[in-house]
Structures are given as structure tokens and as C-alpha cells.
């Protein structure tokens, strides 16, 4: 598997109510050489099962078992390939937005 043109990196702490849409959004852009990064940054609700339920290769998910914030989390994710993004796992982005 070649490295991704594009990672989109998400951390994620206690966001079940909106990790699914966020993990949508991204999966709904129209470039598709791109990999999600999800780091649960210590969820203690069912942050971790949600994710579970996406089978995309793209996706890819570490778990932290201490609070690294969402800085921190960044942080252990980015690493290779040319373009990186950032997004909230409470936000969506709209499709078309990576290019």
C-alpha cells in the first residue's frame, strides 16, 4: 500500500454523539488517496465501538489509554505524507473540501 497523498488527522475524547457524522463527512470527499487518523484520546463512553463500525482501509485508529489532549493527540498522528488536515470529531466537512 503506498503512503497517502493525504492524512486527515481526528482526535477524538468522549464524542460518540458525533464521531460517526465526522468520520462520515470525511468519507464522503471526492479525492480518495487520503487515510483518517482517529486517536481516541482516552474516551470513557462509546467513542471507541462507533469508530468500530467503520471498515474503510482509509481509516486507521490508535487509542491513547491517558489524556493527551487534542493537541497531544495531533502530535502521535501526523507523520508521512504530503498534505495534512485537521478536523474535530465533532465536525463535518463539506465534499470537495480535500483537493
Do not use: K, Y
Amino acid at each position: 500500500m503506498s503512503t497517502p497523498l493525504i492524512s486527515v488527522v481526528m482526535p477524538v475524547h468522549n464524542a460518540a454523539p458525533f464521531v460517526g457524522e465526522a468520520i462520515r463527512s470525511v468519507l464522503a470527499q471526492t479525492v480518495g488517496d487520503f487515510e483518517l487518523i482517529l486517536i481516541d484520546d482516552a474516551s470513557t463512553d462509546d467513542s471507541a465501538t462507533v469508530i468500530a463500525e467503520f471498515r474503510d482501509p482509509r481509516i486507521r485508529c490508535r487509542r491513547s489509554d491517558v489524556s493527551l489532549n487534542a493537541a497531544g493527540a495531533r502530535n502521535i498522528a501526523l507523520a508521512g505524507p504530503a498534505e495534512n488536515s485537521s478536523l474535530s470529531s465533532t465536525q463535518m466537512i463539506w465534499p470537495g473540501l480535500i483537493v
